[in-house]
């Protein structure tokens, strides 16, 4: 047994790094901590014939209370992060060599076994919530002490072990060491990251917190974000119609950006050990009827409880708020939010990609009709344009990423595909419009092109109902329309002058035949007629600019 005074010890050194404490203090405790882990003190810390089970125990005490002050330390500076990355990256390195100069075929009690478990859950905890940092070289250092756990659990040959959380995402976490290491950039370094995370849907006690308290911090990031950024791109009309006197000084929009980008990554890359968290439901004593959530509500995703079926799914609002977050008014939030779900885990598409359809079919005719629903007080034809644009968007960019078969083997793609079109074709007819519509046809050619990696459950039914909701874009009944809704919009803005139509022609009309080829080429015939009846695509289009001059 050990004594008590080595157990204080071993207890309070770690709190000395607390972010309230001087430097000095913290310096010492460092310097402590640093000297106490050197093999020659190690064997010092208790009897010699049970020196790896009084190492164990020891260190894992230190270690988990190092953990926890990581974790909980709020608004803490960059330089003391890297203090104490650096502490814990030398003691992680100290432990591993003197495992292999004394570890042997010693066999742990249960006991210690546990304790040295829940510290290592907890650093990695830790570890895991730091790869959002801003700074590359803590991201560096991050990975570093991550490989150290890796290394360890190789030494005590737990590397299959189903029950440690290191083990379940080894071969990850050994890859995210070299991907994570030597890159260009800090773009690069996150982008590496995520293609990692992306292909974990395990969830442990590791990982899980960690994209709990991730969450709960961006949510709390994304109501200041939003506020902010929406008062520089609106800063007139805001500050006319804003109540409170807000700072811009106290913003750093390159840091905040930094975060709010890196932070969302890791929940949108790590989304599948999400699938099981749910909210605690909440108990209102008022007759106010349930709202969706709002762009300015994210920071009420607080309260987790992973029971399941007490309260409504974490991962569900979450992809529920980042699709209204692709519409928002804010340029920068649009195009930021876009270009990072596409990264989006695997394991998770089935849910993203019904939470779309659900969204088209059941909202979709509240927008045209601008009555009410998510998008309030907002342009109606302009909401639903930008949505289909920018979900065209990240389908394409989900499509390019690699693919296995398992990845969309539970997605209704045929389904989403269908809702999409026939959303799209109730668009007025005009110049944006139709832009829509051209990439509407160039993301299904993607789709065809990876056909081998979709799992169509009535892949001719598809495709022929593709080819005959494509063909009345070009057809004319879609001419009749554009007659009957022409005293209502314009067709081809005043601007744009025949010869500049004439240019996109040519290029609009090979993009159709190549989609209707690619779906099914026994329709290229009947295409064919369709086009030559209205005298071709190319002409229809100068027809249709012609009648609007």
Request: charged share 25%.
């Given at each position: ?40 003190y190690i064997l010092k810390w208790g009897n010699s014939d ?369 809702t999409m079109i026939k959303a799209i074709s109730r668009f ?122």
């Amino acid at each position: 047994m050990l004594s008590g005074e080595i157990k204080i010890l071993f207890t309070t050194l770690p709190q000395c790094i607390d972010n309230s404490l001087s430097n000095e203090i913290t310096h010492e405790g460092i310097n402590f901590l640093k000297v106490l882990h050197k093999s020659e003190y190690i064997l010092k810390w208790g009897n010699s014939d049970k020196i790896v089970e009084t190492f164990f125990e020891l260190n894992s005490m230190a270690l988990y209370i190092f953990a926890n002050q990581i974790i909980d330390t709020q608004k803490v500076t960059q330089e003391k992060i890297v203090l104490w990355l650096n502490l814990l990256l030398d003691i992680l390195r100290k432990r591993n060599k003197f495992l292999i100069g004394h570890l042997k075929n010693e066999v742990l009690s249960g006991r210690i076994k546990l304790t040295h478990d829940q510290a290592n859950t907890r650093i990695e905890n830790a570890l895991l919530m730091l790869l959002c940092n801003s700074d590359p070289i803590i991201v560096t250092q991050t990975v570093e002490c991550i490989d150290c756990l890796c290394q360890e659990l190789k030494l005590l040959n737990e590397i299959n072990n189903t029950n440690n959380t290191i083990a379940a995402s080894y071969q990850n976490y050994k890859k995210m060491y070299q991907m994570g290491r030597y890159v260009t950039s800090r773009i690069a370094q996150q982008k590496n990251i995520r293609s990692l995370f992306r292909r974990i849907d395990t969830a442990t006690t590791g990982n899980k917190p960690a994209w709990t308290k991730i969450h709960q911090k961006w949510g709390e990031k994304s109501e200041r974000i939003l506020k902010f950024e929406r008062m520089i791109e609106f800063k007139s009309e805001y500050v006319t119609k804003s109540k409170k006197t807000i700072n811009l000084e106290d913003y750093n929009q390159n840091l905040e950006r930094l975060e709010w980008e890196n932070d969302l990554g890791f929940l949108i890359s790590l989304a599948a050990v999400a699938k099981k968290i749910v909210l605690r439901s909440t108990i209102k004593e008022s007759n106010d009827k349930p709202k969706l959530t709002s762009v300015n509500s994210s920071n009420s995703i607080n309260q987790i409880d992973e029971k399941e079926g007490i309260g409504q799914v974490v991962i569900g609002t979450f992809l529920g708020y980042i699709l209204e977050l692709i519409v928002s008014d804010i340029t920068y939030i649009r195009g930021a939010v876009v270009k990072i779900i596409t990264q989006m885990s695997t394991s998770v598409y089935y849910i993203f990609f019904k939470k779309i359809q659900e969204l088209i079919k059941n909202d979709f005719k509240i927008w045209v009709d601008g009555k009410a629903g998510i998008f309030e007080k907002v342009n109606k034809s302009q909401i639903a344009v930008r949505f289909l644009d920018q979900i065209i968007f990240v389908l394409r960019g989900i499509l390019e990423q690699p693919l296995t078969m398992d990845d969309l083997a539970n997605v209704e793609i045929e389904n989403l595909f269908i809702t999409m079109i026939k959303a799209i074709s109730r668009f007025v007819v005009d110049i944006p419009n139709f832009t829509v519509k051209i990439k509407m046809c160039k993301l299904i050619t993607l789709l065809m092109e990876k056909k081998d990696f979709i799992l169509f459950k009535r892949e001719l039914m598809f495709r022929n109902e593709l080819v005959e909701l494509l063909m009345e874009w070009f057809s004319d009944f879609q001419k009749k329309t554009i007659s009957k809704s022409k005293s209502n919009t314009f067709l081809i803005n005043e601007n744009t002058n025949e010869n500049s139509i004439n240019n996109n022609n040519s290029s609009n009309k090979q993009t159709f035949d190549e989609i209707l080829k690619n779906i099914n080429p026994k329709s290229q015939s009947n295409q064919n007629n369709k086009i030559n009846n209205n005298n071709s695509f190319n002409e229809k289009l100068n027809q249709m600019g012609n009648e609007n001059n």
